[in-house]
């Protein structure tokens, strides 16, 4: 079973945040820092984002509008059914963290690499994977302010201004300014990555600080905790099953029905984890709590299950082809000579 590194940064750095929280002076410094990063991270995305590619994928729209279908329609109609589990399996900061789940676009480079593994259709999980992506920029923030912002979830029209100015308006100067920079960020892309989950780990640290700041992490008990991740898993099995088969009803051919299954059952921690520092403030740690579960098991799943697409395929190549037989018809004759 695969267990991403990254996780286990991760997990070290919410260590690191129980161990030595930020607090006075240090916690507003490393506000500003986060809020910087999470500005610096969507202007990277947008300087990434080749809006050529993008439009060329549109050619094949189908599936696009399936998967963004699954992402943001789907998803958040499960979110919304989980609510009958609060207060008997859920209290209602773990649900505000998964309904906010539900909401967050899919991920690019790990559906990417299971639809490869799975032999699936590669630039059709990419453009899927980059759509998503920037339609959630919009999206995310506008289905929190309907679904969130009436539940107490710390959102609320100052949330959707900063949602604005932290996330979108970096985005739009990353694209505008793309034709300049867009050489620059492609060369040094392995250096710029590092940064990208260097400030992922600056948000987690300063979310989990202000957590523990505030004593929040009594609110969450071992068997809650248990509660969350089979909640969970039911959700990703419901989504895994019905972009596999749904797709298979709307006549994709196997390899698109592969990129369907990887993009539209997952969800983007890298994109989530900003969006929570900005949308849920000091109410933040236990809001990405349930996105960090679903995103190392939908890893450990989706590993699994691209494998075995990944042998089906390999089975279909080398299966023996049915030979065809010809009747042959023995005459008799007569032999002159």
């Not at 990887?262 to 983007?268: I, L, Q």
């Amino acid at each position: 079973m695969p267990i991403d590194p990254y996780i286990l940064l991760l997990l070290g750095t919410v260590g690191l945040a129980a161990l030595f929280p930020a607090r006075g002076p240090a916690a507003d410094v490393a506000s500003g820092a986060s809020t910087a990063a999470v500005a610096l991270l969507f202007f990277l995305y947008g300087a990434r984002l080749s809006t050529r590619e993008a439009l060329d994928g549109l050619r094949h729209w189908r599936l696009h509008v399936t998967v963004l279908a699954c992402t943001f329609l789907v998803f958040p109609l499960l979110g919304l059914a989980a609510r009958g589990l609060v207060p008997v399996i859920l209290t209602h900061p773990l649900y505000q963290g998964l309904l906010f789940l539900t909401l967050v676009p899919s991920t690019v480079q790990s559906s990417i690499a299971f639809t490869s593994m799975a032999r699936g259709n590669v630039p059709a999980a990419i453009c899927a994977g980059s759509f998503s992506s920037l339609v959630g920029i919009v999206a995310t923030p506008l289905l929190a302010a309907s679904l969130l912002g009436g539940n107490g979830g710390g959102f609320s029209a100052d949330s959707l201004l900063k949602i604005v100015l932290h996330l979108l308006v970096p985005f739009l100067a990353g694209q505008l300014l793309r034709r300049w920079i867009g050489g620059f960020v492609a060369r040094h892309k392995q250096v710029l990555g590092l940064v990208d989950r260097g400030s992922i780990l600056l948000v987690v640290y300063t979310a989990f600080s202000v957590g523990m700041v505030q004593g929040i992490w009594h609110q969450v008990s071992p068997a809650r905790l248990g509660g969350l991740v089979v909640v969970e898993a039911v959700i990703l099995a419901v989504m895994l099953l019905l972009t596999w088969y749904g797709g298979k009803a709307l006549r994709f051919g196997r390899a698109d029905r592969i990129a369907i299954q990887f993009a539209g059952s997952k969800k983007s921690l890298a994109a989530g984890l900003p969006m929570a520092s900005v949308l849920f403030g000091a109410q933040a740690a236990l809001a990405v709590l349930p996105l960090m579960l679903f995103h190392q098991m939908q890893l450990i799943v989706c590993a699994v299950i691209a494998k075995r697409r990944a042998r089906e395929a390999a089975a279909e190549v080398t299966a023996p082809q049915p030979v065809a037989t010809t009747r042959t018809v023995v005459g008799t004759g007569t032999r002159s000579g």
